[in-house]
C-alpha cells in the first residue's frame, strides 16, 4: 500500500491541486474506518481478551 501510495503521488499527474468533493468524502470515509478499527484492535489489547 505504502509503495503504491508513492507511485501514485510521484508519477500521474493531476490537472486540479485541489481534491473534489467525491475525493473528499471518500478519503474521509476511509479515514474513519481505520479509526474506527485502530480503535477497536485498541480496546482488544487493552482488555486483555484474546482475538475472536
Known amino acids: ?4 501510495g508513492h507511485i501514485i503521488i510521484y508519477y500521474f499527474k493531476y490537472k486540479e ?8 468524502s471518500c478519503i ?4 474513519s ?3 474506527h478499527v485502530t480503535n ?3 480496546q482488544l489489547l487493552g482488555s486483555g481478551r484474546p482475538p475472536m
Open 1 to 4: 500500500m505504502y509503495q503504491i
Open 17 to 24: 491541486s485541489e481534491l473534489n468533493m467525491g475525493e473528499n
Open 33 to 35: 474506518k481505520y479509526w
Open 40 to 42: 477497536l484492535i485498541g
Open 28 to 31: 474521509d470515509r476511509c479515514v
